[in-house]
């Protein structure tokens, strides 16, 4: 499962490493709508990467979009957004046969820029046999950004403007990563076939990536709480000897 990511990265920063042809994440009155996010969370509105043509354009030739998608996917048929709230992930094993996803895998998936993604580790104190949770931080190990899979979505109640959503692909855990969780967020390798909707079999892209790439490291707790943010969320807890602690 992922319930919790950091994307930090500038807006330049994503137009240049996807090649975004348009940015569309202002809002209607020049709002800035791209933050620094070091706790992303469902319901949040996150920074995400499609190709997808102009609806008025003569010809329908997808375009690269930086856009905001709120997380929690709602399907097109869905009476109420709030199922959204159940959706944050889709397991890329089924993905493909799901009635809530398989339409978005077939014609509209994307990535969410991430710099890393927070897993929680459970283990049982010794002394008192109470479960015991410690968040990691699990990123590449030479700091690029993480492309993690995902599916988007567009709703539209009876009154109102058309509601964009997301879910993240979830996969089976590779290397040291599989001792916290047993599931990591997927990642994408080949961008362009992921995110071309006439990609004609996606299924053949779901694969385990970033094997023997990632490196997992104890965070503070703080980041439990979504209101917490900030850089200070992923800085690595320093061990008795004051070195940074891998898991």
Known sequence: MCGRYATARSRQELLDAFGVQVDETWGGDGEDLLRADYNAAPTKSLPAILDRADPTAEEAVPVRRLKMLRWGLVPSWAKDPAIGNRMINARVETVAEKPSFRRAFAKRRCLLPADGYYEWYTSKDEKTGKTKKQPFFIAPKNHDILSLAGLYELWKPEDGDWLWTFTILTTQAVDAVGHIHDRMPMTVTDEDA????????????????????????????AVGNVRNNGPSLIEPLKAEGGEETLF
């Open 194 to 221: 992921w995110l071309d909707p006439a990609t004609q079999d996606p299924g053949s892209l779901r694969v385990p990536a970033m094997s023997g790439e990632l490196e997992a490291v104890p965070v503070s707790k």
